[in-house]
């Protein structure tokens, strides 16, 4: 049996023999200047590259193997009359090689050919091989891949006097070239530090100073530029070197060194990209491990990073507002990660953005406001909790210097955070804030176009509005109502568009309140904001009333049944009465349209039948309205459907329910004959009476009650209606209706399972005769 080291020895040895092999297929094809078969055995050949099984040191044998038959390979590729296709297009044609390694190789050798051939320019060839590297992430792989792009690059990087030299940007192009393919390097070689179990990490630690030369090259080759001079050195080489190359902890032992030569930088240092992204990596490795966060709190981080922005902003006066947002949105996402509890910190973030943001008249950048709505959802995200936010005295502060769209789209997400996370705003206070911060959605901005508002967002945005109210919600009844006065006074300034939206959740949360009151009468003595139904129903008057400047009479009539039923529900009878009152007065002046008239009508009867406060004068008074306007509805169908759904107001099961048999005939029979009278017109405007569902529908009325007990209504009564229809239906002037048919067959049925259920219900069925 092998030991590792025999194992390696034996793989390496595979692999070269591998090469060996399709290196001499390779030959014979780069003889006979056969295309095809050269890209076939050479992406053959570079695939033994992609084994896993080496150690860096027995990699790079195998490697330089490959390495020299690249070269080779180069020369054909130069050479056009032996494979007779241009540079161009063999640079797309290797891009179709199987596995991405080989591929990488050959796409490297043939774009050191294009750029030599000066058929592209150098700059673009080199950033589109440095990025498609990228596609390699294996450590041992990638090191190995873009070590070989810099060794065929070296020579052809576009510097000063180079016959591969470009526009004015040329040398920061080559910069740039070496730069990336450096710090690429760097992340993989540093990867390999994280890979597999403690206990192999001595041996990968021997591997990865193995590797240290190969990622050090780019440094050479950098120094090797020509036009890098002192000032580029200073400016752009240094500050990015020096973020790869020294760990976390160099930073953060000279952190107040490091900061305290920001501010003398000069302004075209990218300083902004810099303290980001130091913040980022101290963020990092503030969670990379629990023994940090001592370290960084010895050195008081946060303060120093907060005091080296405000200099470096300070000194910078020409500073786009875009960078100095970004360096307090970098500070804010540290603070959040290394000092998640410190409220003050964030507070302080957010304040020294304010004092920026004032001095700026108009924020119109639109770099600028992404990063502001960056800053404003760093807490959201982090704390989940919004009311946390709303702790924060400088978060509203940040929202005013937002442009009206901006704010609504904040307004959204601050929404959409209560709703997904089940936020209960339990004060009146959080509620002030929160509404401060959701104006954009609850009221007309100055400014803003109303006329430009899209139908479904304003839709969307406002039932998300009335969502949030339902999640306002505290079990003290006094704070509750205070809670309802603070949504009150600032819905009721939304305008008459958002009222049709918003003001139900209110109304609901105020009958939600008043049941929770249940009980109680008057004023309590004693209490500054005293919450008593009383008081609760006079609001609900003054919000519901508030939908007369909609329009929207339909809408604030369910509003005032439901009022209606709540003060029943806490046995109150006059001001049941008076919301009823409030319905039939909208009902009579306001609701015109017939099909308007029906929906009220039918709401009205369900919730008066639901009712069991009122005593017998004002019942009475009801139902006789509601029959009235029954029977004046404009289609005579209507008027027979609501005729004949009044009877329920006169049979209500129950103990105490009412029993009034003769008014429940009463109703059906004029039900019956509107019935009657609606057959008699069609049959006179259109020569035909009309399908029977009229009839049939009565006679399920007429069953029920005759089930109930009802006295009036008999079995032979059931009887005469079964033949009025039948013979309705037999007439020549009546039309053929398989719904009513269907409709008429199923009653029937029922009378006849009745029939034979046995007992008292059946015997009193036996005297309908079918």
Known sequence: MLNGAEDEEKWLAEGIAGIQHNAFYMHRALDSSNLKEVLKYSAQMLSELRTSKLSPHKYYELYMRAFDELRKLEMFFKDESKHGVSV?????????????????????????????????????????????CRGVQHPIH?????????????????????????DADTLKDAVEFVLQNFTEMNKLWV???????GRVREKQEKERSELRDLVGKNLHVLSQIEGVDLEIYKETVLPRVLEQVFPDEYHLQTLETLLGACPQLQPTVDIKTVLSQLMDRLSNYAQSSADVLPEILQVEAFAKLSNAIGKVIEAQVDMPAVGAITLYVSLLTFTLRVHPDRLDYVDQVLGACVKKLSNIPKLEDSRAIKQVVAL?????????????????????LVMDHLDNGTKKVMAMVIIQSIMKNNTRISTSDKVEVLFELIKGLIKDMDGADVDELDEEDFKDEQNSVAGLIHMLYNDEPEEMLKIICTVKKHTMAGGPKRLPFTVPSLVFSALRLVRQLQGQEGDIVGEEVPATPKKIYQLLTQVIEALSTVPSPELALRLYLQ?????????????????????????EEEIADSKAQVTAI?????????????????????THKATGYSARLLKKADQCRAVYACSHLFWVDGQDGIKDGERVFLCLKRALRIANAAQQMANVARGSSGPVTLFVEILNKYVYFFEKGSQQVTGAAIQGLIE????EMQSDSATPDTASDAFLASTLRYIEFQKQKGGLMGEKFESINL
């Open 563 to 587: 009022c209606a039923e709540a003060a029943n529900d806490c046995d109150v009878e006059h001001v049941a009465y008076e919301f009823f009152t409030q319905a039939f007065v909208l009902y």
């Open 142 to 166: 990638g090191l190995f891949l873009r070590s070989y792009l810099a060794q065929i690059s070296r020579d052809k990087l576009p510097d000063i006097g180079s016959e591969y030299e470009g």
């Open 191 to 197: 990867r390999m530090q994280h890979q597999g179990p």
């Open 724 to 727: 009025l229809i039948n013979t």
């Open 602 to 622: 039918h709401l009205i009867i369900g919730t008066l039948q639901r009712m069991n406060v009122f005593g017998v004068e004002n019942r009475d008074t009801l």
């Open 88 to 132: 161009v297009d063999l640079y797309e044609l290797v891009q179709h090689a199987g596995n991405i390694l080989p591929r990488l190789y050959l796409l490297c050798t043939v774009g050191s050919v294009y750029i030599k051939s000066k058929e592209a320019p150098a700059k673009e060839v080199l950033k589109d091989l440095v990025e498609m």
């Open 376 to 396: 404003l959802s760093a807490p959201l995200e982090k704390y989940n909790d919004i009311v946390t936010a709303l702790t924060l005295s400088n978060y509203p």
